[in-house]
């Protein structure tokens, strides 16, 4: 810390470091591609160094693959990636969202209250998978089970990649099924209903996995 109240600037490693990873889950690098520590040292104005130290925390995070003597390879994504992915959201979130009513502050739900809004009036894919992003993080903070929540940001960067790399189904992030998801699942919350909660959570996650998966199918 820097002094009361305030924290220190980021490092210039990890200012690449969250513009790297901005590439990646926006899809300005593309699954499978090939990138190198020299050219995104110059890309980003700074040494190898910075550059080394954030594709090796990317890697930490399964963004990307070490190639020896090569560089770092972007990790891809099939169908089975997005199936799995899709699989084990459905897994944790409706117990995540249980968990999220039964502890609940009216700190968090005035947290959803404001993401929700924000994604009504989100116009780009950025601000909609944003807002509905930290919609999820919220319930997930608010659950109080650390270890599903790290495991919860990697599937969700998943997620993410998803929506830029697939316009067909950006549609789903503005419409009316989705608001409708996110608002009972808001509203089971506020009532502290556990049951409403996880039901309301299954419901909207196993909505988005048809409409996904049959949006990578091209059905």
């Known amino acids: 810390m820097s002094g009361a109240g305030s924290s220190s600037p980021p490092s210039r490693a990890q200012e690449v470091y969250s513009a790297i990873r901005e590439d990646i ?5 593309k699954p499978g591609q090939l990138v190198l520590e020299a050219e995104l040292a110059t890309q980003h104005g700074v040494s190898k160094t910075p550059v080394r130290e954030a594709l090796q925390t990317l890697a930490a995070e399964d963004l990307v693959t070490a190639i020896p003597r090569r ?5 891809s994504m099939g169908f089975n990636d997005v199936r ?3 699989e084990l959201r459905l897994i944790i979130e409706p117990a995540m969202a249980a968990a999220a009513a039964k502890h609940a502050t009216p700190e968090t739900v005035e947290q959803l209250e404001s993401l929700f809004a924000r994604h009504l009036d989100a116009t780009t894919v950025s601000e909609q998978t944003a807002s509905a992003r930290g919609f999820h993080q919220t319930i997930a903070l608010a659950a109080r089970n650390e270890r599903a929540r790290r495991t919860l940001e990697g599937l969700w960067d998943t997620t993410t990649r998803v929506y830029f790399l697939m316009p067909s189904i950006e549609r789903h992030l503005s419409s009316e099924a989705e608001f409708t998801a996110h608002r009972a699942i808001l509203e089971a919350i506020a009532a502290a209903d556990e049951k409403a909660a996880r039901i309301a959570m299954h419901d909207h996650l196993n909505a988005s996995n048809r409409d996904v998966l049959a949006a990578f199918l091209g059905e």
């Open 25 to 29: 889950l926006t899809a300005a690098i």
């Open 71 to 75: 560089g770092y390879l972007v990790t």
């Open 84 to 86: 799995e992915m899709m």
